[in-house]
Nanobody
Framework: QVQLVESGGGLVQAGGSLRLSCAASGRIFSINGMGWYRQAPGKQREFVARFTSDGSALYADSVKGRFTISGDNAKRTVALQMNSLKPEDTAVYYC?????WGQGTQVTVSS
């Protein structure tokens, strides 16, 4: 079992920044494969960013150049720095690892 706990969501104006954090515990030995997804009201959950199996970072086109994923392998934590936020970034953001999901954290961007 793997437990994932997100933190750092909130309300921000368009153009602002937020930083999300995810702490993993349990049977996880590397942050490779950890990532972030989001789900806006009335929409399907979508990929945002993640670490690949070799530690490279992948991003959705919609967030490239604005969001940065980072991680600390020793602490089993992953962060998502979100800059230049847009109203369309409003969603519940989830940390994920294989088929394990966190509880989600709300990000709301006002126009």
């Amino acid at each position: 079992q793997v437990q994932l706990v997100e933190s750092g969501g909130g309300l921000v104006q368009a153009g602002g920044s937020l930083r999300l954090s995810c702490a993993a515990s349990g049977r996880i030995f590397s942050i490779n494969g950890m990532g972030w997804y989001r789900q806006a009201p009335g929409k399907q959950r979508e990929f945002v960013a993640r670490f690949t199996s070799d530690g490279s970072a992948l991003y959705a086109d919609s967030v490239k150049g604005r969001f940065t994923i980072s991680g600390d392998n020793a602490k089993r934590t992953v962060a998502l720095q979100m800059n230049s936020l847009k109203p369309e970034d409003t969603a519940v953001y989830y940390c994920a690892y294989t088929n394990f999901w966190g509880q989600g954290t709300q990000v709301t961007v006002s126009s």
